[in-house]
C-alpha cells in the first residue's frame, strides 16, 4: 500500500476510533503533563506468560508507540518480537492500543493501571490478569546483552 492510501486508511480508522466509546478513542491530543511524563524508552522483564522475557516500550509523543520483546536462553536471543500502535493515558490508566506485530495487523487493547510514578520508574498492572510490569527509564532503546540477564 502506498503511503497516502496509508494515510487515508489511518485517518478512516482515526475517525472511527473517535466514534467510539472513550475506552477505545484515539489518544487524545496534545498530552497532558503526566502522559507527558511517559514519553521516552522504558526497559521491564517479565510478562504474564514468561517471567524471563524483556521489553522495551518506547513512547513517542505524537501518541504512537513501539514496543520491542526478547527472550534470551543460555547467552543468546532465542526470540524477537515487535509491536508498534497508539497510547493514551487517562485517570490513571495507560491504554495501548496495538496496530502491529511483526509489521503484519494484529490489532488488539491492553490497559494498565499506573501504581507508581517517578521520572525514572513506574509500575503498572495490567488490568485484565493484575500482572504487574515495572518499566525503568533507558537513553536508548537498546538490550542490554543477553549475558547480562534476560
Not at 14 to 19: E, K, S
Not at 107 to 112: A, G, K, S, T
Request: negative net charge.
Amino acid at each position: 500500500m502506498t503511503a497516502p492510501l496509508l494515510r487515508a486508511a489511518y485517518m478512516a480508522a482515526f475517525g472511527f476510533l473517535t466514534a467510539l466509546p472513550l475506552a477505545y478513542a484515539a489518544p487524545a491530543r496534545p498530552l497532558d503533563g503526566p502522559a507527558l511524563a511517559l514519553i521516552g524508552n522504558w526497559y521491564g522483564i517479565g510478562e504474564p506468560d514468561d517471567p524471563s522475557i524483556s521489553y522495551i516500550d518506547s513512547y513517542f509523543a505524537d501518541g504512537t508507540y513501539h514496543a520491542e520483546f526478547r527472550k534470551c536462553v543460555r547467552n543468546e536471543v532465542v526470540w524477537h518480537e515487535t509491536h508498534t500502535g497508539t497510547w493514551s493515558l487517562r485517570n490513571g490508566v495507560l491504554q495501548m492500543l496495538t496496530k502491529t506485530i511483526e509489521g503484519k495487523p494484529m490489532p488488539y487493547e491492553n490497559n494498565y493501571r499506573i501504581e507508581q510514578a517517578s521520572p525514572d520508574e513506574f509500575h503498572a498492572r495490567l488490568t485484565d490478569s493484575g500482572f504487574l510490569f515495572i518499566e525503568k527509564r533507558i537513553q536508548k532503546a537498546e538490550f542490554p546483552p543477553c549475558y547480562v540477564g534476560a
